[in-house]
């Protein structure tokens, strides 16, 4: 019975490896990502009529008797 050959499983490995990483190299690269997220947060706030005033709220079972 002839053994396994088991010489080039670590070039096959590293090799695996490599062609991995550069391949979720490539697809992470497509994203767009922010580069400050607290810019962009105050750019696409939108201005409502109850944030500038404020408002109170009473709740009925609250009120003194």
């Not at 080039?8 to 990502?33: G, R, V």
């Not at 947060?41 to 008797?65: C, G, V």
């Amino acid at each position: 019975m002839p053994q396994l050959d088991t010489s080039t499983w670590l070039t096959t490995i590293l090799s695996m490896f490599l062609a991995l990483f550069i391949i979720f190299q490539l697809k992470i690269s497509k994203y767009d990502f922010y580069h400050n997220p607290e810019l962009t947060a105050k750019m696409l706030k939108h201005n409502t009529p109850w944030e500038t005033k404020w408002t109170k709220i009473y709740l009925p079972l609250l009120s003194p008797l």
